[in-house]
């Protein structure tokens, strides 16, 4: 996408942050006002993240502006907010591309910029990998500086505050941004703030802070107390004894819509000693009018025309098993009262938005805290009530300890509903539901169900949910359901039993889970018989040495790693009964799957019913 120079005419002059650099300050508002129009520009035209980029278009710019990248290190917290940065950064003319198939990465990459220190996609691992490269430039003293931008939502996971405690005691020089988008900035308060901010990171203020530290290096009680009452008069104007006390220097709140006082504030603290916090408030969605107004359901947007002020609107279609886990969540709340619904922040995409409304006092939201999660479903379970957590596949990897010692341990009752199973396609390999079949199986105790429709689906969650000598899981993919009718009474199923779907001759096709539609679709082309499975733990013995006993050649199908997935405990049983059997398993390679459409990644990995039948006439002939 080529850029209009008489519409963006300092932008132009902005392609790297070496060029944002050259130029004067005083254009830095008119870059951030052109850097915004693009952005509206560009995600209107590909997609992707959005809310989030226009809220911090500022911090950006000056961040760039004042510090060397990519020498000095900057680090975006998850990378919803990065869109600007990929713009400043050498790939403004790419940016229609994003998320889509062989284009940009959703997220920064470090293969993708030298600019883009860390690769991520899960939140609160800034800090982290923060303090480290700032350890590293300690042992270089090459003058590296390090910058970490967190939100306010991400700093809600633990992993961010053992980090800052470690960086407190490590005490090396490095920048956190706590970019804080939950709080109107009132006038006055932004300007006092603004000012305080440059007061407190000016080199008077320092100099005394620092010389204070020296006096009082030999009178530890004297400088203990000194240390508190500076926490404590800074705790009257700013609210930051907490970071205090973990041992950084806080500064702020600022507006972070100020690019001057942002820039200003950004050159004081680039020569501070020790870890440093720089609180910045900021409007997602900023500039954007829906976006301010609706900054969650502008978070992520399809393709629109922002001249239009409003996100085109959705065909009525099939429900998303998102959708088909939300309307049974309040049916089973309307029947049981001990039910307790748990999501780690993901309310809207997991479909827990009308059962939050209708049963607020049995809604939980953990915040982006998914080991927390994990483990508050353990301790309900203790005390007799029935949790529910609900959690996309990749990020319950990141709860896998809880699940294993918290829940499974004490064999506790905790139903999983695993949303994102398999591949979701534009967020790419840090978002993929690859590994869930394959970190589950292996762990004793565990109810493993992957259904193969919306209908399956609503009567599995049952079954977990009645399920009582241990933890279940339902794990289910992104997007809408299949179109199977939906029957309301809801039956407990048989535990691990399996069905026969088509009968056919020489190939047996056992599947697991949605994938069950092209199998039947490949089995009609080879006369092969099919089973939806439905169990992958415990697996339906019985039919499958009876499926093996019958045919020829077995083939496994999954949306899953191949690698330990269902098909590899088909491989399991056959090997304990000392059947050599030809098994062909169909799945996700051993390899991150990278970002595109769902409908591309699917038939490029031969999930399809053509990518079936390919695959098992290859291996058959």
Known sequence: MSLDISQFPVLAKANTPEELRQLPQSQLPQLANELRQFLLKSVGMSSGHFASGLGTVELTVALHYVYNTPFDRLIWDVGHQAYPHKILTGRRDRMHTIRQKNGLHPFPWREESEYDT????????????????????????????????????????????????????????????????????????????????????????????????????????IKEMARRTEEHLKGMVVPGTLFEELGF??????????????????RNMRGLKGPQILHIMTKKGRGYEPAEKDPIGWHAVPKFDPSQFR?????????????????????????????????????????????????????????????HAVTLGAGFACEGYKPVVAIYSTFLQRGYDQLIHDVALQRLPVLFAIDRGGIVGADGPTHQGAFDL????????????????????????????????????VRYPRGSATGAEQVEQMTALPIGKGLVKRHGKAIAVLNFGTTLAAALTAAEALDATVADMRFVKPLDEAL????????????????????????????????????CKPVLQIGLPDEFIKHGSPEEIIAELGLDAAGIERQIRAFID
Not at 249 to 264: S, T
Request: with cysteine; hydrophobic share 40%.
């Open 311 to 371: 996100k085109p609107a959705t065909k009525p279609g099939l429900p998303t098993f998102s959708q088909v886990f939300g309307k049974w969540l309040c049916d089973m709340a309307e029947k049981d009262s001990k039910l307790l619904g748990i999501t780690p922040a993901m309310r809207e995409g997991s479909g827990m938005v009308e059962f939050s409304q209708r049963f607020p006092e049995q809604y939980f939201d953990a915040a982006i805290a998914e080991q």
């Open 118 to 221: 860390f690769s991520v996609g899960h939140s609160g691992t800034s800090v982290s990998a923060a303090l480290a490269m700032a350890v590293a430039a300690d042992k270089e003293k090459a003058g590296r500086k390090v910058v970490a931008v967190i939100g306010d939502g991400a700093m809600t996971g633990g992993m961010v505050f053992e980090a800052m405690n470690h960086a407190g005691d490590l005490d090396k020089d490095m920048l956190v941004v706590l970019n804080d988008n939950e709080m109107s900035i009132s006038e006055n308060v932004g300007a006092l703030n603004n000012h305080l901010a440059q007061l407190m990171s000016g080199r008077l203020y320092t100099t005394i802070r620092e010389s204070g530290k020296k006096v009082l290096k030999g009178m530890p009680v």
């Open 544 to 579: 499958v040495l009876e499926l093996a006993a019958n045919h020829e050649v077995l083939v496994t199908v999954e949306e899953n790693a191949i690698m330990g997935g269902a098909g590899s405990g088909v491989l399991e049983l056959l090997a304990k009964h000392r059947i």
């Open 438 to 473: 394959s970190f589950l199986r292996c762990v004793p105790n565990m109810l493993i169900m992957a259904p193969s429709d919306e209908n399956e689906c609503r009567q599995m969650l049952y079954t977990g949910y009645c399920h009582n000598e241990g933890p279940s899981a």
């Open 249 to 266: 220097n806080y500064i702020g709140p600022i507006d972070g819509h100020d690019v001057d006082a942002m820039v200003e504030t950004l």
